[in-house]
C-alpha cells in the first residue's frame, strides 16, 4: 500500500523560509511524477510544482516560480520543496501527491490535481504579514 507523508510545515514571517518533504513508502514505480499542490480556505487547489523523476522535468506555477525549489532524491524515494521568499498569500495547507505517470507526457507545461493517484494527508503552512 501506497503511503505518502508530508512533513516540514509550520508558521513563518513573510520573508521567511520552510521547507517541505514527502516521504512515500510502498512505491515501487520505476518512474514517477512528484507534485505539490495546495488549498487556501475558500480556494481550489492549486497545482504549485511538480517534477518527473525519469529526466528531471519540472514545472513551476506563476505565483511561485523564482521562489519555490522542487527537487527529489530517488534512493530515498522523497521529494522536496523548498519555499523562499514567502508571502502570505502562501498561507494554505500543502498536499504532496504522486503518480507512475504512464502514458502521460514527461515535459511539464502544467499539472492537474486528477492526473495523480497517490497523495499525503497534507501540511499546513502558515505567513504572517
Known amino acids: 500500500q501506497v503511503q505518502l507523508v508530508e512533513s516540514g510545515g509550520g508558521s513563518v514571517q513573510a520573508g521567511g523560509s520552510l521547507r517541505l518533504s514527502c516521504a512515500a513508502s510502498g512505491y515501487t514505480y520505476r518512474t514517477t511524477c512528484w507534485g505539490w499542490f495546495r488549498r487556501a480556505p475558500g480556494k481550489e487547489r492549486e497545482g504549485v510544482a511538480a517534477?518527473?523523476?525519469?529526466?528531471?522535468?519540472?514545472y513551476y506555477a506563476d505565483s511561485v516560480k523564482g521562489r519555490f525549489t522542487i527537487s527529489q532524491d530517488n534512493a530515498k524515494n522523497a521529494v522536496y520543496l523548498q519555499m523562499d521568499s514567502l508571502k502570505p498569500e502562501d498561507t494554505a495547507m500543502y498536499y504532496c501527491?504522486?503518480?507512475?505517470?504512464?502514458?502521460?507526457?514527461?515535459?511539464?507545461?502544467?499539472?492537474?490535481?486528477?492526473?495523480?493517484?497517490?497523495w499525503g494527508q497534507g501540511t499546513q503552512v502558515t505567513v504572517s504579514s
Open positions: 517534477i518527473y523523476s525519469g529526466g528531471g522535468s519540472t
Open positions: 501527491a504522486a503518480d507512475p505517470w504512464f502514458g502521460k507526457s514527461w515535459y511539464l507545461t502544467s499539472i492537474d490535481w486528477k492526473d495523480f493517484n497517490y
